[in-house]
Nanobody, 128 residues
């Protein structure tokens, strides 16, 4: 069983920055990926970004491109999400996700069910 532990959430004003981290107990060798989903109040979960375990590729939802950056420190087995120029609409609970046996793609970001492993979530609040 893969365990994912997020950290780094909190409150920030619009235009600010924040970095989320997710430490995994899973095996990040071989074909696989990790990513971030988020869920705002009364909205469905949506994919934010994903990255291949070998750091060969990443995908982002359109609304966060050029503002968010996903990275994976393989030595620390820790996934990061650097969020810049945050907007009130980025307010949500952010979840770290992982799956083995597939590479990151836009199709994966569109379907939460493709990820069997989820963290407990960390709340991000952006005030205007």
């Amino acid at each position: 069983q893969v365990q994912l532990a997020e950290s780094g959430g909190g409150s920030v004003q619009s235009g600010g920055s924040m970095r989320l981290a997710c430490e995994t107990s899973g095996n990040i060798d071989g074909r696989g990926q990790m990513g971030w989903f988020r869920q705002a109040p009364e909205k469905a979960r949506e994919g934010v970004a994903c990255i291949d375990n070998d750091n060969s590729g990443a995908n982002y939802r359109d609304s966060v491109k050029n503002r968010f950056s996903i990275s994976l420190d393989r030595a620390k087995k820790t996934l990061y999400l650097q969020m810049n120029n945050l907007k009130p609409e980025d307010t949500a609970v952010y979840y770290c996700v992982a799956v083995q046996g597939s590479w990151c793609s836009e199709d994966h970001l569109a379907d939460p069910s493709k990820y069997p492993f989820w963290g407990q979530g960390t709340r991000v609040t952006v005030s205007s």
